[in-house]
């Protein structure tokens, strides 16, 4: 039996150097697109987070492969304070995006919690914001959020 050959298609790195924190911490991808997150982006908030959208184009010319970036989301909460650790986990499948914010700074007895964000692709094929999740009943254990899923109809979210 024969195995499968790898190549490489594209590095991507973080530009400027240093600019972000750990590009690629958590990676989702469906052959098409990948979703990059990067939990602690800004060394002046190491705390902040940034997701990466990035979309493969293929090169009939010359059968090569890029990815290009095609959009950066990141969250602010009601203080216009960046939304602690956004990106922190990443499910992708289908038409449904969940995105983690592990550090969320909503506290219960000084428990920080988490929310999970859920895009949506919209008709024009965009992804947009319909919903965000937080733990039931104001209870905050603290880990809101460390690991999702989704099947492209249900949502997974480990409290």
Do not use: C
Not at 4 to 26: F, K, S
Not at 31 to 38: F, H, I, Q, W
Not at 43 to 57: E, I, K, M, T, W
Not at 100 to 112: C, F, H, I, L, Y
């Amino acid at each position: 039996m024969e195995r499968p050959q790898l190549h490489l298609e594209q590095v991507v790195v973080e530009h400027p150097p240093q600019a972000l924190l750990g590009l690629g911490q958590t990676l989702a991808f469906d052959g098409v697109e990948a979703v990059v997150g990067v939990a602690r982006d800004d060394p002046r908030d190491p705390q902040s987070g940034r997701v990466y959208l990035f979309q493969r184009r293929n090169n009939t010319e010359d059968n090569s492969v890029q990815w290009m970036q095609q959009e950066t989301w990141s969250r602010e909460r009601d203080d216009g304070t960046k939304d602690e650790r956004f990106g922190s986990q990443i499910a992708l499948r289908g038409s449904v995006l969940l995105v983690s914010a592990t550090g969320n700074n909503t506290r219960v007895n000084d428990v920080e919690g988490g929310r999970v964000y859920v895009f949506e692709k919209n008709e024009a094929k965009k992804w947009e914001q319909t919903q965000v999740l937080s733990e039931p009943d104001g209870t905050v254990t603290g880990s809101f959020g460390s690991t999702i899923d989704t099947d492209g109809t249900m949502r997974i979210v480990v409290s």
